[in-house]
């Protein structure tokens, strides 16, 4: 069964670029999309990045995705920071027709 | 613009049960799959159930197969999610969201969720 792998949390200064990390283990990623949402405290989560390296309209380009299939993870890079980017992050992929999330990160900007 | 309205949560003892519903406006209602995701307070999120469009399709988590049912009613836009033999483990809050349309598998994925209903099962 697919696990996503999170860091629990990365700290960055507004302005800077930070990159957050999916590692998938117990399947692949490259045969399965990944979404990244955001989810702000207190406020229901939104979709950030879909099929690895999409943007839905409205999230800026400042916010980007990738996938390496050599190390079966997927990345999220947020450059420019800014202190409305603080929120908790999460990858979200699929297999054996189940749903998969990755525990979240949280992302300080500071 | 897409909403959704989730309600029916709220206290319930272990080994009961509830209804949520999620009520949909802004888009066809009748074309997409929808699904429901928890999120157990100061948690992750973790999948909970799918419905495909045509409500003939399910799909579960394996913690909670056997013990809730999804539905949907198309011609009132409403999707459903009725949860028994609760457990505190089942505490959190439920979101429910749109997922694709005309889509299988990988390609389906949740892009629009509501603000959630928060269910605690406590004696």
């Known amino acids: 069964n697919l696990m996503l792998t999170q860091p629990h949390s990365v700290s960055e200064s507004p302005g800077k670029t930070v990159t957050i990390s999916c590692t998938g283990s117990g399947g692949s990623l490259a045969s399965n999309y990944v979404q990244w949402y955001q989810q702000r405290p207190g406020s229901a989560p939104i979709i950030i990045i879909y099929?690895?390296?999409?943007?839905p309209s409205g999230v800026p380009d400042r916010f980007s995705g990738s996938i390496d299939s050599s190390s079966n993870s997927a990345s999220l890079t947020i450059s420019g920071l800014k202190t409305e980017d603080e929120a908790d992050y999460y990858c979200?992929?699929?297999?054996?027709?189940?749903?998969?999330f990755g525990g979240g990160t949280q992302l300080t900007v500071l | 613009e897409v909403q959704l309205l989730e309600s029916g949560g709220g206290l319930v003892q272990p080994g009961g049960s509830l209804r949520l519903s999620c009520a949909a406006s802004?888009?066809?209602?009748?074309?997409?799959?929808m699904g429901w995701v928890r999120q157990a307070p100061g948690k992750g999120l973790e999948w909970v159930s799918v419905?495909?469009?045509?409500?003939?399709?399910?799909l579960y988590a394996d913690s909670v197969k056997g013990r809730v049912t999804i539905s949907r009613d198309n011609s009132r836009n409403i999707l459903y999610l009725q949860m028994d033999s609760l457990r505190a483990e089942d505490t959190a809050t439920y979101y429910c969201?749109?997922?694709?349309?005309?889509?299988?598998?990988?390609?389906?994925?949740?892009?629009?969720w509501g603000q959630g209903t928060l269910v605690t099962v406590s004696s």
């Open positions: 969201a749109r997922w694709g349309q005309s889509c299988s598998g990988a390609s389906c994925y949740p892009d629009y």
């Open positions: 802004g888009f066809t209602f009748n074309i997409y799959a």
């Open positions: 099929k690895y390296n999409q943007r």
């Open positions: 419905n495909t469009a045509n409500g003939i399709g399910t």
């Open positions: 979200q992929s699929f297999d054996s027709w189940k749903w998969v």
